[in-house]
Every structure is written in C-alpha cells, then in structure tokens.
C-alpha cells in the first residue's frame, strides 16, 4: 500500500478486504486517526480490522470513550464523539495510551481534537458518496 492511497469501496466485503490490506502494515506503536460523517463506517472498519489480529469483540467506545483489546497485538480503541474539552483525554492519560509501543491506537471522530493527536501517524478519512459506496483516503504522516 502506498500513500497516499484513495479507495472506492461498494459493498461491506471491500471495506473488509481493505482493513485486511491495512492491518498487514501495521505495527506496535501506530496511531491511527479516523475521520468521517456518522455513518460512513469508520467502527465497521475497525472491527474488520481488528479481527485480522483475533479481536472478535471489538465495537464503538462512544460512551466509554476508550475499549482496549488484546488479540496477536494490543489495542486501544478511542471514540472522541462525545468528549466535550481536551482536559477530559488527558484526565484519562491520553498520552500515556498513545506512548505505550506495545499497542496501537485507533481514534474514531479523531478531527474534533487535533492538538492530542501525535504527529506520527496513519489518517484515514471516509466520505459516504451518493450512490452509498465510500472513499477512503488514507495518508501516512
């Protein structure tokens, strides 16, 4: 995969194809960033993803704000849709999520605090097109 990489997806099977192709690069210590309208399947993603690394419970921490998981690899799964201020992220110790190499980190709704978000990381913004495929950009920073 190389970045920046856009992708038209039509169907539940190619968003499942894609976050296998992804979870191939992966590794300890990532961050990944994810951005797009409600809807626009940014959690089916992450499930599909983390079930590439044994994780068959995965699901949205919309109201617990952070799940963690452990399959082949460690991960903390961030929501942000609804933490209202920056203190809230780091009263949890955001950052100390974020420093641990051992685990990757994946942040749904990640654009409503970019000043918490690390500089190295992996963004994947989902538009929901008219005809319900989507696209995916995905960017390496």
């Not at 992450?46 to 994780?55: D, Q, S, T």
């Not at 051992?102 to 942040?107: M, N, T, W």
Request: aromatic share 16%; with cysteine.
């Amino acid at each position: 995969m190389q970045f920046p990489f856009v992708y038209h997806i039509f169907s539940e099977e190619e968003t499942i194809a894609l976050a296998k192709s992804f979870a191939a690069i992966l590794q300890k210590g990532d961050c990944v960033a994810l951005t797009g309208n409600l809807g626009t399947g940014k959690t089916f993603f992450v499930k599909a993803l983390c079930k590439e690394f044994l994780i068959d419970d995965a699901k949205s921490p919309t109201f617990a704000l952070l799940n963690v998981y452990s399959g082949k690899e460690k991960f903390f799964h961030f929501d942000f849709y609804r933490v209202r201020t920056e203190r809230e992220l780091l009263d949890i110790g955001f950052h100390d999520y974020l420093n641990d190499e051992e685990a990757i980190s994946l942040i749904e709704w990640a654009d409503l605090f970019p000043a918490l978000l690390p500089k190295k990381r992996y963004e994947i913004v989902i538009m929901l097109n008219e005809d319900f495929s989507r696209t995916f950009n995905i960017k390496k920073l």
